[in-house]
């Protein structure tokens, strides 16, 4: 009976949870598609040069959001809640120190940063005007991901899900109007990303009314609260981070293999994975709440029985999606390629079936990751986040794309996350040995 309640508990959390984050993820596809039918292949390139600092916003505000919101669940388990409110207030502070940083990025720095991640002449008015507007919005961004961590963590993931989508829709709906009718270009494209998040959090301002448990409390900055926070939350900064510096080295290589033309084709493949490894981060994520809780608790064989859950959707998911990218990797290319532009077409299929084989090794690095993070073990999560993201894939990436060109670049990426699979669960097996220990709401 009590398997059955950790089932349909577990079920709703990652259900919502999952379409929430592909929600999220399209904010990034939309563009892509628009900007694809509005301004071609250059379009698309400017896009995919600007993506990586958005991974970095982005990335940040998942930083704070998850290492805060995974502390918080931790008191709430332990019924502290005082320190649960204390956790929040120290979150808040930490995202506006990060976000003011940001905007002044966005009012000083954006023609530095856009020569940074190489735009050329053809592409680099458009990669400016999206940087600065993203940066000037990175307040809304971060302030967005703490407030659906939080919120998800206080027991309420319908409505962070609903956040998530409604904002994905607005996002889509007014990149079509800022683009096709009004014609902004692509000031119109990253304008819409972000009222995006605005829209988000007017949804969550919703969870008050729902008389939410996590409360601003009379506190001075502590850093060592903020400190737990970041060494809870670093993982996922790096799984972001490291995915922007992955991309500027993808775009890189790939420049000098094939020219924009490849770096556009990079990017349909690049944004298509961005919604494919959100489907893995939601059903993380979606199980993070219920094993910090039971660690919490001191529930061990829950904690287990969650991960148990979460691999087997995981490896459901991955097979499902494999087979739909290799049979239609043609029209899915086809539907970012308004140009008709044969290069781009063959190129973006093959990589298509390339790149995706590494779908279930990557929902087994980001499952195992949020594992550690959810039972409070920073080390170990950071470690995955840090193999995967920086220290195996750039070499990996380098010298195949030398051993092989083109084919050797969509390759690095199943190879590095099969790799560091295997360094994971040699990881999760050396965990397993040790008792559950926690953090009291002291701090011992």
Known sequence: MKQKAY??????????NVLGM???SCYILADTYFISRGLGANGLTALNLAIPVYSLIHGSGLMLGMGG???????????????ADNVFTNTLYAAAVLAAAYVFAGIFLTERITRLVGADAAVFDMTNTYLRVILLFAPAFIMNNVLICFVRNDG??????????????????LDYLFIFPLGMGIFGAVLATGFAPVISMAVLSGHRKKKAHFHLAPSRLQPAVIGSVVSLGIPSL???????????VFNMIIL?????????AYGVIANLSLVVVSMCTGIAQGMQPLVSRAYGHGDGKQMRQMLRYAFTVMLFVSFAIYICVFFFADPLAGIFNSEKNQQLQQIAVEGLR??????????????????FTSAERALPAQMISLLRGLIVIIPVTFLLSRLAGLCGVWSAFPVTEGIVSLLSFFLYTRFKRFPLTMRTASGK
């Open 7 to 16: 089932f349909k508990e577990f079920a709703r959390y990652t259900s919502l």
């Open 156 to 173: 309420n993931p319908r409505l962070s899900m609903l956040s998530m989508l409604i904002g994905s829709l607005s996002n889509i709906v």
């Open 354 to 371: 390339i790149y995706f084989l590494a779908i279930p090794f990557v929902g087994t690095n980001i499952i195992l990751s949020m594992y």
């Open 256 to 264: 000098n293999i094939r020219g924009n033309v490849g770096v556009a």
């Open 22 to 24: 592909i929600g999220l």
């Open 69 to 83: 919101a995974t502390r918080y669940a931790v008191f709430k388990g332990q019924q502290a809640d005082r320190a």
């Open 238 to 248: 790096i799984s972001e981070v490291a995915s922007g510096a992955v991309m500027l």
